[in-house]
């Protein structure tokens, strides 16, 4: 069995540094809540008080708002950091995404987002070094900060190009430090990501963001996205049940399809895909999700209610006509 407890103390001590004059809140579900418990259990360890909530305890599954009482029990607690540890369901994200927002921005908690966490991300992601990640993130991040063009190739089929508007959109770098006041993070972490201006090429998926993630795990071989002006023009993929599933998602409102956010991993400690969105987006590779942008960070400025993110991972990656990364290596 996956022993998560050096992951749960990893997140506590080191990504969000809690100590005793910290209040931590912790919203977890039924499927998850042994993960929420072993975050608890840390937290105590720092003496920090704690406040662990189970979302079916507020609401219905798929949850679509956020109740006023269970934003209510958490603002009289007055975190000062707050943890999402749970499944993700269809539809859910209207319900965790201004939840979340309400805690990073208005009581400025130092977050951690770790949606569709599970005992083996716990073990694996979870249990990286995160110094290092931090100092390649920033790395990394200095080297594509002003570029404007990025090409990308890799095993899965994607074969693309990216334009940026590094005037315009800026870059995030995702280190895995939750340590400011109002600063949020998925855990486990390890990106650095931006808006991309424009995207072109074919982009072969192998794992699936949102709800797709926890469904479907690593595809039995890769979903072909082509995309044409940052559209979504056709996907390509044997299983119709599976490829109607997606084109559904993609199709629920004008920017689903839309290239909104475009990232390179920078987690060196993960070796192989798992199945778990939260995890295998932080690969050394690239990921681009269709959807929301992440407006506020990177400065886009059109939005969308659905985030999709795709994996592409031992990618072969260049900037302004250098290597980055080769096969999923970076060769700096």
């Not at 190009?161 to 855990?187: F, K, Q, Y």
Request: aromatic share 6%; glycine share 8%.
């Amino acid at each position: 069995m996956p022993d998560i407890r050096h992951g749960a103390a990893n997140a506590i001590h080191v990504c969000l540094a809690v100590g005793s004059q910290d209040r931590v809140v912790i919203l977890t579900d039924r499927a998850r809540e042994h993960i929420g418990h072993a975050l608890a259990a840390e937290c105590e360890l720092a003496e920090a008080p704690t406040k662990l909530l189970v979302i079916e305890d507020f609401v219905e599954r798929p949850a679509k708002l956020a109740p006023e009482h269970l934003v209510q029990e958490v603002d009289d607690f007055k975190p000062t950091v707050s943890i999402y540890a749970a499944t993700g369901q269809p539809g859910e994200l209207q319900f965790r995404g201004p939840l979340t927002r309400h805690w990073f921005t208005d009581l400025r908690t130092r977050h951690g987002h770790m949606i569709n966490i599970d005992d083996q991300v716990m073990e694996e992601g979870m249990s990286s070094d995160y110094e290092k990640i931090a100092a390649i993130t920033i790395q990394v991040t200095e080297i594509v900060r002003e570029a404007r063009d990025i090409e990308v190739q890799a095993p899965s089929g994607t074969d693309l190009r990216a334009r940026m508007d590094p005037g315009r959109l800026r870059w995030v770098p995702c280190t895995g430090l939750i340590h400011e006041p109002g600063a949020w993070s998925n855990l486990p972490d390890g990106e650095t990501f931006t808006s991309p201006a424009q995207v072109d090429g074919v982009l072969g998926g192998e794992v699936l963001g949102d709800h797709f993630s926890e469904r479907y795990g690593v595809l039995p071989e890769p979903m072909l996205f082509e995309i044409g002006n940052s559209r979504i023009k056709r996907i390509v993929f044997p299983y119709d049940d599976v490829r109607t599933d997606v084109e559904r998602y993609m199709t629920q409102h004008e920017n689903s399809n839309r290239a909104g956010e475009f990232a390179i991993g920078t987690n060196v400690g993960l070796k192989k895909l798992s199945g778990n969105l939260l995890q295998d987006e932080k690969i050394p590779g690239l990921h681009i999700a269709f959807g929301h942008p992440y407006t506020a960070e990177t400065g886009a400025d059109w939005d969308a209610p659905s985030h999709c993110d795709v994996v592409s991972s031992g990618a072969t990656i260049k900037v302004d006509g250098q290597l980055l990364m080769r096969d999923g290596e970076f060769v700096f």
